[in-house]
Every structure is written in C-alpha cells, then in structure tokens.
C-alpha cells in the first residue's frame, strides 16, 4: 500500500495563472513513470534521498500560510512532479486536511493505473494532461512507454462527465511529432468531448 509520506523534488509559492486559476503553490512529487527525451524536470529521478519528504499534515502545515490569497483568488495547490497521480492516497488525505476551499489541480501525464485516478478525480477540480501525443509510435518513441494507461484513463474521464475539468496540453515536439499529428490527437480527444486545449511548441535547449 502506499505510504501517507511522499518524497518531494520542491514546493514553489505565489505562481499566478500558470498550473491553474489564481495564486498557486506548486508541490512537484519526487519520480515518474516516463522517461521523455526533453524532460523539463529530469531531477524527479535522482537520487530520493536528497529530497524533503513530507506526510499530509506536515505539507498542508507549511501551505496553509497562504490560505487567504488561495481562498480571494480561486487558487490553491497544484501537484505536479514527477507524476502526482503516483500519490492519489496522500492527496486524498491531503483533501481532508485542506477542505473544500483550496482547489486542487494535478498536472499529469496520466499514464498510471486506473484505479488511482478513480481515488483522486472525486477530491481534485483541475487535470492539466501533458499528453504528448495521441499516436501510439509517437508517444513511445519520445516517452519510452506505451499509452494504454493513458487511453484508459482518458476514457474514464469521459464516462465520468469530467472533461470540462481538463486542460489538455498538445505540443508540438521538434523531431517526434508535426503540426498534423497534433491536429490529428486533438480531433481524436474531442470526440471523447474534451475542449480545453493548450497548444504549444517545446523549446529545446542547446548548450
């Protein structure tokens, strides 16, 4: 069973209008199941026993000192990582804690058994879904995994009537995918009813 106390890479304050509605803290949970080839946080694998490792009440104690700004601008926490739908029991508890008043967002890849996404979806108001891309050849080649989870998860969304609570990220990935696959994954995502979008281009560093 999973732990109540979860490893942490960093708990950022005060972000506005970037993983969510109003002013948020973004806590980024330590590992994840892909391996992308432009990961924008390659830290979530190193070595876990240099990151802070939290309970529950131990985060919700450390967040709580902006409850006010959280409550006046429609914000709260965002779990990112890494991949936070790793951890849907310590969100879940970390619900209790919070109450209703926070909003809760996960950014995600989705990539993770189902069952985990059927502990969180009642306790979260916003999925951000990094979903790469719909073509399966696609998302292995750049992920280094399949997609069945993903595809899974997505139609659990759907049948829970939460697609209005989905911001779907579509990039366009210089070397792995074109301008018409992405087009192609988002006519496939709105047939499952799906119509918020973020579209974009990663930019890739070179040193």
């Known amino acids: 069973m999973e ?3 979860a490893k942490v890479i ?10 969510g509605d109003g002013v948020t803290t973004l806590v980024a949970f330590h590992n994840c199941p892909l391996r992308c080839k432009y990961c924008l946080n390659p830290q979530a694998f190193g070595d876990d026993k240099v990151f802070c490792e939290y309970s529950p009440e131990e985060l919700y104690a450390e967040t709580r000192v ?3 700004y959280f409550i006046a601008t429609n914000g709260g926490i965002t779990f ?4 936070p739908c790793l951890r849907p029991r ?4 970390f619900r209790e804690l919070c109450g209703q008043d926070w909003r809760l967002n996960l950014e995600t890849s989705l990539n993770v058994p189902t069952n985990n996404l059927e502990t969180l ?4 108001d916003t999925l951000i879904v990094d979903i790469k891309d719909m ?3 696609i998302y292995r080649n750049y992920t280094g995994q399949d997609s069945v989870n993903v595809l899974s998860n997505l139609r659990f969304i759907a049948e829970s009537g939460r697609q209005g609570d989905c911001v779907i990220r579509l990039p366009l990935i210089p070397g792995f995918n074109t301008v018409a696959d992405r087009d192609a994954s988002r006519s496939e995502l ?5 119509t918020r979008f973020d579209l974009f281009t990663y930019q890739i560093r070179k040193y």
């Open 3 to 5: 732990p109540l106390r």
């Open 10 to 19: 960093g708990v950022v304050r005060h972000r506005l209008l970037t993983d």
């Open 66 to 68: 902006d409850e006010l």
């Open 80 to 83: 990112g990582g890494g991949e």
């Open 90 to 93: 310590f969100i879940r508890g």
């Open 121 to 124: 979806l009642p306790v979260v």
């Open 135 to 137: 073509n399966l050849e």
């Open 190 to 194: 709105e047939k499952l009813g799906f």
